[in-house]
């Protein structure tokens, strides 16, 4: 197999080890500890050949432990986004979820999968380097029913890190994990991402009032600074007065994949991000419904990143790609619904390219 993988400890929470795994295959390299099976780099060459690192992160284990309020890097759940007053009923039965996010249940909860220590091992898979993360989730975990066992496999393919997520259940529950990395292309802590140019193929988003919680509208993208169907710079119209810009702070809305229906859970393309300085292009590629693209605006300028700069509003995008927010509550949105027997599998991959 071409590729290496190597692991190291990275300190201890709670008692607990934590490891880092190192993955290299062609140009690319990614560091993932099992602490929240967080991405705590990704170096990949821009034009010139050189090097950066693309995502945002913390300098230190202890760093993430007392503040990933940002879940820089992690892998949420067990539900990512927002559940309205954290409640909803499975088969005829209510349950409330923690209310972390203001009112609402946002990314699993006071300690979600982000906060949690994983299980590690290298995986085997012919495609390249890969760390398989597996978590436990018992009952009532945050509120959540059933014990739910989810295997996240990170995978360096020779031009893509590549997620796999796989889950089973002993009792009904609900489901979406994301991962929640903000990429900077043109290297953490270099500045902000307003002069990368986006392509993002969603013809709709999902609309949300004053506390980030869906209307129950799909808004369309068709004449508002929502429109990236077309690629343009993110920056360019994150300034108008726009209603649902300004209670995003810029973006922080899910946007809804056109696909057609018979393309229905296989993987698409569904966004190209282009940084003009580097050459440096992502590809995200996803079975998911939806991308909650999110341009940083709780980043405040109190946190010091990884490179030892200070992190500002803008100075990162994340794509997270989920259901959509509320799903639970909302029977027409794609459905978050997992069973006992049956397994949730999906496909998540940030491809890597230059461009002249
Ligand atoms: C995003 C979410 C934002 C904010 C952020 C964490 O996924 O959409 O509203 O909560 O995570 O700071």
Redesign the pocket.
């Known amino acids: 197999m071409a590729g290496t993988v190597a692991r190291d400890a990275f300190g201890e929470v709670d008692g607990q080890a934590v490891e880092r795994w190192t993955l290299a295959h062609g140009d690319l390299r990614v560091a993932v500890m099992t602490y929240g099976a967080i991405l705590l780099r990704l170096d990949a060459p821009g034009r010139d050949g050189e090097k950066a690192n693309v995502v945002l992160g913390f300098p230190t284990l202890a760093d993430y432990v007392a503040g990933n309020?940002?879940?820089f890097g992690a892998v949420?759940g067990r539900f990512?986004?927002?559940i309205t007053d954290g409640r909803f009923s499975l088969d005829g039965q209510d349950y409330q979820l923690t209310r972390n996010?203001g009112a609402h249940h946002?990314?699993g909860g006071a300690r979600g999968f982000d906060k949690r220590v994983w299980a590690a091992a290298e995986a085997t898979s012919g495609d390249g380097p890969a760390v398989r993360l597996v978590y436990r989730s018992p009952d009532d975990e945050e509120g959540y029913p059933g014990a739910l066992d989810l295997t996240v496999t990170y995978t360096l393919t020779g031009d893509a890190l590549r997620l796999d997520y796989e889950a089973t259940t002993d009792a009904p529950t609900i489901l979406n994990p994301?991962q929640?990395s903000y990429f900077n292309l043109a290297g953490e802590g270099s500045g902000d991402v307003l002069g990368h140019r986006l392509r993002l193929a969603a013809g709709r988003f999902v609309e949300v009032d004053a506390a980030?919680s869906p209307t129950g509208r799909l808004a369309q993208v068709e004449g508002t600074p929502f429109d990236f169907r077309e690629s343009r710079p993110i920056g360019g119209r994150i300034r108008e007065a726009h209603p649902q810009i300004v209670i995003?702070r810029g973006y922080?809305?899910?946007f809804v994949f056109d696909r057609p229906a018979s393309a229905d859970r296989s993987i698409l393309i569904g966004a190209r991000v282009e940084e003009p300085g580097s050459g440096r292009v992502l590809d995200l590629r996803t079975d998911r419904p939806g991308v909650?693209f999110?341009t940083?605006?709780?980043?405040d300028a109190t946190l010091v990143g990884s490179g030892g700069r200070v992190y500002r509003q803008g100075d990162g995008f994340?794509l997270?790609t989920q259901t959509f927010?509320d799903a639970p509550n909302r029977p027409e949105f794609p459905s978050p619904v997992l069973r006992p027997g049956k397994t949730f599998r999906s496909r998540t991959e940030f491809a890597f390219s230059v461009s002249g």
Do not use: I, S, V
């Open positions: 309020d940002p879940y949420a990512a986004n927002r996010g946002l990314h994301t929640h980030l995003g922080d809305h899910c909650q999110y940083g605006g709780f980043l994340c997270e927010p």
